[in-house]
């Protein structure tokens, strides 16, 4: 089953309301894509730690509705 960008997004920004989200559909199947990720709440998180927050906030979705997700992550 395949996934929207707008929810993907949707579900990073409640989590993080202030973040900059970008998300990019790599292959145009709905499951591989790409999401840059911009918030303050990273400011001293490892990029680990910043991509465990990312995954935490798609509640479980990585690997079942969303099958791949390049992401990179930042702070403001």
Do not use: C, N
């Not at 395949?2 to 499951?31: H, T, W």
């Not at 935490?56 to 690997?63: I, K, N, P, W, Y």
């Not at 099958?67 to 403001?76: F, P, V, Y």
């Amino acid at each position: 089953m395949a996934m929207d960008a707008g929810e993907i997004e949707r579900l990073i920004k409640a989590r993080f309301p202030d973040a900059q989200v970008e998300i990019r559909d790599l292959a145009g199947d709905g499951d591989h894509y790409a999401a840059h990720v911009v918030t303050a709440e990273f400011k001293g998180k490892s990029r680990v730690q910043q991509h465990q927050l990312v995954y935490e906030a798609l509640g479980g979705r990585m690997g079942g509705e969303l099958h791949a997700l390049a992401l990179t992550t930042g702070s403001e």
